[in-house]
């Protein structure tokens, strides 16, 4: 679990970056619960990327409504197409 939460933060960091926010935001990567993210699912404000190992993707029946899925690995190619207007939620849980 603990290793999930470390892959969230680095691809929230990485993200970030690569969107051009600068390490100052970076560093100030907010977390959504799951209560408050299920409140917004729907909402056009709101992308959430399921940013998850392949593995785990494949081998996981559960999905969020919604998601987007994209290689944690890859998260320099991707991170620009991101709206930046809006609230980018990664899931890898």
Request: aromatic share 6%; glycine share 10%.
């Amino acid at each position: 679990m603990r290793s999930k939460r470390v892959l969230a933060t680095f691809a929230a960091v990485v993200l970030a970056l690569a969107m051009g926010f600068g390490t100052a935001i970076a560093a100030e990567v907010s977390r959504m619960t799951t209560s408050d993210l299920n409140k917004r699912l729907g909402d056009t404000g709101l992308v959430v990327l399921d940013v998850r190992s392949p593995g785990d993707w494949q081998a996981s029946e559960l999905m969020v409504s919604g998601a987007i899925r994209k290689s944690p690995g890859a998260a320099l190619a991707w991170a620009g197409e991101v709206d930046k207007g809006k609230t980018v939620v990664l899931y890898c849980a």
